[in-house]
């Protein structure tokens, strides 16, 4: 039976989660000093390390923020009111001159510039609504998918090859034909990849209802394959892994907002 390298402990399975790590991790919530090592798909051969310890993410203060936008103190906090940015996105930090504010900067960066672009042709609660992981209430009919033109590529075809015609599509069948959508116009994958990524989605999905999530996909030695994570920054690949996609859903979930409000 193998042994993990770092703390000795049994493999379970012979191959996957080092026991002693993983007890001690969900216990005690304490950090170890090394990754736990889990076997993705083990039909394809594809592991991926999860990482226990994360890496600091980059930071950008609230003064270089203000300044890289034009932005003014009384706009930044009028947004924080109307839930445009979350809460924990404001960070405070002990430097030499007391506290201050900072924000992970590839996020903030990315909201900021979404909202300026927005905020000229919608409200800033429309605008909080379509950055909310929440779903919107709706089912609609396939009838009522074709007629509107949702989607401009077969993935509402393929989907109904893999799991059959539906009564009613509601916002989560939707934003997973939308993702798909998305990936055969681009030509990222094939028709039979795409199902699979419908088949990962749907299967997957639920795990993290309430919470943020990604997806990626990608190929080993030309063999696909794809995951979810609530964190897609904790996932490095092997070194022989192509990444084809990369996405938090989040991001997928403002897009067909955006999509339906525009189609009515």
């Not at 919530?29 to 226990?52: A, S």
């Not at 936008?69 to 007391?98: C, D, H, M, V």
């Not at 927005?118 to 209430?137: G, H, M, Q, Y």
């Not at 007629?147 to 590529?153: D, L, R, V």
């Amino acid at each position: 039976m193998p042994f993990c390298p770092e703390c000795k402990g049994e493999y379970r399975g012979g191959f996957d989660i080092c026991k002693d790590t993983i007890s001690r991790y969900n216990e005690t919530g304490c950090r170890v000093k090394h990754p736990i090592f889990l076997l993705d798909r083990v039909t394809v051969l594809c592991y991926v390390i999860i990482e226990v310890m994360k890496m600091d993410e980059e930071l950008i203060s609230k003064k270089e923020l203000l300044a890289h936008f034009g932005i003014s103190y009384g706009a930044l906090y009028r947004w924080k009111r109307k839930n445009l940015i979350p809460e924990e996105w404001f960070i405070r930090k002990s430097t030499y001159t007391g506290q201050e504010t900072f924000f992970p900067k590839e996020k903030m960066l990315e909201r900021i510039k979404r909202i300026q672009e927005l905020k000229e042709d919608a409200s800033l609660d429309v605008i909080a609504e379509n950055f909310s992981d929440r779903f919107r209430e709706i089912n609609v009919t396939e009838m009522q998918i074709r007629e509107k033109n949702y989607f401009k590529s077969i993935a509402l075809d393929l989907y109904i090859e893999r799991f059959g015609s539906q009564t009613k599509y509601d916002f989560q069948k939707l934003l997973h034909i939308h993702i798909v959508d998305g990936l055969l116009i681009e030509g990222m994958v094939s028709k039979d990849e795409a199902k699979e990524t419908l088949a990962l989605l749907a299967e997957n999905h639920i795990k993290y209802t309430g919470r943020s999530c990604g997806v990626a996909l990608f190929r080993k030695h030309g063999v696909f394959a794809g995951l979810m994570a609530g964190d897609l920054s904790d996932i490095t690949f092997d070194e022989a892994c192509v990444k084809i996609f990369e996405c938090s859903l989040s991001i997928r979930i403002e897009s067909l907002k955006t999509l339906l409000n525009n189609k009515g």
